[in-house]
């Protein structure tokens, strides 16, 4: 399995932006972001497939969120644009063994140790 490591969460306040990274040990096939609210379910966030021709992404960050991919630096992004209070969360990466993009937590075999991020209101 491919080793995965998010940087890049933090404190910011509602209305602001942050960049997360996911360096990836090795080469990586489709991947994905999801995240986990205090006392909720992991939930889907965005996922990206083999190669990068195709994205989807929750409906509660849509026109937000932006997920992409630097196969060169087996590197993993996600650009976090308006947050709001309710995106606060710890935010995981996750890489899959099949190619296609997919919104499917049992889709994917690989994760990282996630990153927080706090937005206040």
């Known amino acids: 399995q491919v080793q995965l490591v998010e940087s890049g969460g933090g404190l910011v306040q509602a209305g602001a932006s942050l960049r997360l990274s996911c360096a990836a040990s090795?080469?990586?096939?489709?991947m994905a972001w999801f995240r986990q609210a205090p006392g909720k379910e992991r939930e889907f966030v965005a996922t990206?497939?083999?190669?990068?021709?195709?994205?989807l992404y929750a409906d509660s960050v849509k026109g937000r969120f932006a997920i992409s991919r630097d196969d060169v630096k087996n590197t993993l992004y996600l650009q976090m644009n308006s947050l709001k209070s309710e995106d606060t969360a710890v935010y995981y990466c996750?890489?899959?063994?099949?190619?296609?993009?997919?919104?499917?937590?049992?889709?994917?075999?690989?994760w990282g140790q996630g990153t927080p991020v706090t937005v206040s209101s």
């Open positions: 996750a890489a899959g063994p099949i190619t296609a993009a997919s919104s499917r937590i049992q889709d994917f075999g690989s």
């Open positions: 990206i497939s083999w190669g990068g021709g195709r994205t």
């Open positions: 090795g080469r990586t096939f489709s």
